[in-house]
């Protein structure tokens, strides 16, 4: 019975995605370890290439409701005085993927100097996306089939919209402050409210984040120890905030960086309740990184969906010589 409920849950919620019903973006719980996903600004700021791989499984429980993969590439470029970036994503949501978005954005940041050691990134971006359904009338399942006894009972008055494949243009923008041992932005994505609805309009809401952190060493010295190997340990104190349509979400996190490992916690909420504590553990070197997060469900969401895995693999390629002298954020990874 549970797992029948679980089922009729998920495909209730496929099914009012696919018929207009307000959605909202991704959340990566790794937020920087997706750098450009988070704010466009990022392109760039750590001046050498850099290569950013995520996947993340959401409610794993409810038949993988929500697979998402990423992948973006970004750096720093002398002759456009600042950073670009491309950044590519897949999500499927429902069984065999019925609902798939796929999208590919193209990032310019143009970065100036505030102040002696303070520097500013703003960023634009575009992005083409395609959205289509998998319109299957023996799999997909609608709210009015459902008796509260027996299931699924009744025919739906849904009909097949006339189209089931769309593209459509998004537009976003970001700005990124940073110094020595700290960072804030701002981004806005969905500048244009482009229309994603396949019966009817349905105008996808803009996104606000805002993100800031510091770097605080623990120690005043920044070599690694004979006996362990370990670099100095830095604590992270994160705060992230996000809204989109009448959502807003809360995210309060800290990481210990003590190389080559990492870890943090984070916990994010909204206005009137709470969603989840987030663990993440990390190994990093000189040019790459590997990182695991579990979402742990504290809403009452919490028996029904396993919470959210997400991996990350980074790849930061050696920067050339003639662009060591610029100067690179200092941020966490993951």
């Known amino acids: 019975m549970k797992t029948t409920l679980k089922r009729i849950a998920l495909i209730c919620l496929v099914a009012l995605a696919a018929q207009g019903v307000k959605s909202q973006d991704i959340g990566f719980s790794q937020f920087y370890a997706n750098p450009l996903y988070l704010n466009p600004a990022f392109a760039g700021s750590k001046v050498a290439p850099r ?57 310019y940041s143009f970065r100036f ?52 494949n769309k593209w459509y243009m998004d537009f976003h923008a970001g700005v990124l402050a940073y110094s020595d041992n700290w960072y804030a932005g701002v981004s806005a994505s969905h500048l244009n409210r482009p229309d994603q609805g396949f019966y009817s309009e349905d105008r996808v809401p803009i996104k606000l984040t805002a993100h800031a952190g510091g770097m605080i060493n623990l120690s ?20 992230i905030y996000q809204y989109q349509g009448t959502f807003h979400y809360f995210n309060y996190g800290l990481y210990l960086d003590w190389e080559p490992f990492m870890v943090g916690v984070w916990y994010r909420n909204g206005l009137e309740n709470s969603d989840a504590f987030i663990f993440m553990v990390g190994v990093q070197q000189d040019y790459w990184k590997v990182g695991y997060s579990y979402d742990v469900t504290v809403s009452k969401l919490a028996n029904n969906t396993a919470g959210a895995h997400e991996l990350s693999l980074g790849l930061l390629l050696p920067v050339p010589e003639q662009k060591r002298k610029i100067k690179a954020i200092r941020c966490p990874s993951f």
């Open 113 to 164: 100097q505030v102040a002696r050691d303070i520097f500013v990134n703003a960023a634009l971006q575009a992005s083409l996306v395609n959205q289509n359904l998998k319109w299957d009338e023996e799999n997909m399942r609608f709210p009015d089939q459902i008796d509260p006894v027996y299931g699924y009972l009744w025919n739906t008055s849904a009909q097949r919209p006339d189209k089931t």
């Open 51 to 107: 290569i950013s791989l995520n996947y993340r499984c959401q409610w794993p429980s409810l038949v993988s409701a929500f697979q998402t993969l990423s992948a973006s590439y970004d750096q720093y470029v002398d002759g456009l005085h600042g950073g670009i970036g491309a950044i590519v994503m897949a999500d499927r949501q429902g069984d065999h993927g019925a609902l798939g978005t796929y999208n590919i954005g193209l990032a």
């Open 220 to 239: 005043a010295e920044r070599r690694r120890t004979s006996s362990l190997g370990l670099g100095t340990p830095i604590i992270s104190p994160n705060f």
